[in-house]
């Protein structure tokens, strides 16, 4: 997901009870861990934070400043085989990353993490079974004892349909051996919803009886589209909402909590398109209407305004105030 301009990289009950460490110490699978969605705080909200680029913020500096209590940390990939690493090469363990999940749970947040994105080595792709796959995602859940797990299934893992069926296989695997444990997958849209390749991969996921919490869109990059991004951002979850009910046989009402929504801030990486802070209220409007599965964008590390040079990866492009744009989707709760 999320690919900037330049190039894209890749507290449930108990917790209350016990405080902080319960977050660090309940095994997968447990009470603590399969609490559904709708019942841990914070977790619908959980933008984007990069920590491998873009001069991320400290992430306990950010839950501070605007309240968020969940991030959605990026992107793990393939170390060339079949086994993650963060951007493909830092160790799940011991490092940077690991210390920045142990510092949001100690200040009482939690994170789910983000498999995917635009560039590198896909896990999709290098695992070469479904069983496989799972067990890749499986060394992810187990290293920091996951609640939630998103899948950024973008380019070329997308776009091959053996390599859908994998993903959505292993996502079954997975659901099975973490009771509880919340899915999301995420992917790219047209401004009416998904294309024909998105469709196939939701249809996938009913016909494999996957019980995915969350299909999700990142409605930007449209090349072309009418009104505003919050309106075109409306139009493609309503596309969403019918390919969901479709392919499941949702009523309305549950096929809204099964969708969602990862925007991006202020300009993305189309020329001329810009999403602004009444967006973000229109989509927040339109979550708190439907009682989405998600509402998250791209990214903490871009919302600040730019200083005296035009990273794309560290700013937003747009005037803004600190933190304007998390500040709005922290107050989406499900």
């Known amino acids: 997901m999320h690919k900037t301009i330049g190039v894209r990289l890749a507290a449930p009950l108990l917790a209350a009870a016990l405080g902080p460490a319960a977050l660090l110490l309940a095994p997968v699978g447990t009470a603590s861990a399969a609490v559904p969605a709708a019942a841990v705080p914070g977790m619908a909200a959980a933008p984007y934070e990069y920590l491998g680029w873009g ?7 950010v839950m501070k400043a605007t309240g968020v209590r969940w991030f959605t940390l990026a992107f793990i990939l393939s170390d060339g085989g079949c086994n993650p690493k963060w951007d493909g090469s830092r160790a799940l363990a011991g490092g940077t990353d690991e210390a920045a999940i142990k510092s949001i749970r100690a200040a009482g947040g939690d994170v789910m993490v983000s498999v995917g994105g635009w560039s590198g080595n896909k896990l999709g792709e290098k695992c070469s079974s479904a069983s496989a796959l799972a067990g890749a995602y499986q060394k992810v859940i187990d290293a920091y004892r996951l609640k939630a797990l998103d899948i950024d299934i973008e380019d070329t893992e997308f776009s091959n349909a053996t390599v859908r069926q994998r993903v959505v296989d292993a996502l079954k695997i997975v659901k099975t051996r973490n009771p509880g444990i919340v899915t999301y997958v995420t992917m790219g849209t047209t401004p009416s919803g998904p294309d024909a390749t998105g469709k196939d991969l939701i249809k996938r996921g009913a016909a494999a009886g996957l019980a995915n919490d969350g299909w999700v869109v990142m409605p930007f990059d ?25 392919a499941y046989g949702y009523s309305d009402d549950a096929a809204y909590r099964h969708i969602g929504v990862s925007s991006m801030n202020g300009r993305t990486d189309e020329a001329g398109e810009t999403v602004t802070t009444a967006d ?31 990273d794309a990866d560290a700013c937003s492009g747009v005037a803004q105030s600190p933190y304007e744009f998390t500040k709005i989707v922290v107050q989406y709760q499900g």
């Not at 599965?293 to 305004?305: E, P, Q």
Request: charged share 15%.
């Open 222 to 246: 449209f090349g072309g589209h009418s009104g505003t991004m919050g309106q075109a951002t409306v139009s493609a979850l309503n596309g969403l909402k019918a390919a969901v009910k479709s």
């Open 280 to 310: 973000f209220r229109t989509i927040l409007g339109y979550a708190q209407q439907h009682h989405l599965a998600r509402f998250a964008f791209w990214s903490v590390n871009r919302d600040r305004a730019c200083g005296s040079g035009t």
């Open 55 to 61: 001069s991320p913020q400290k992430p306990v500096d």
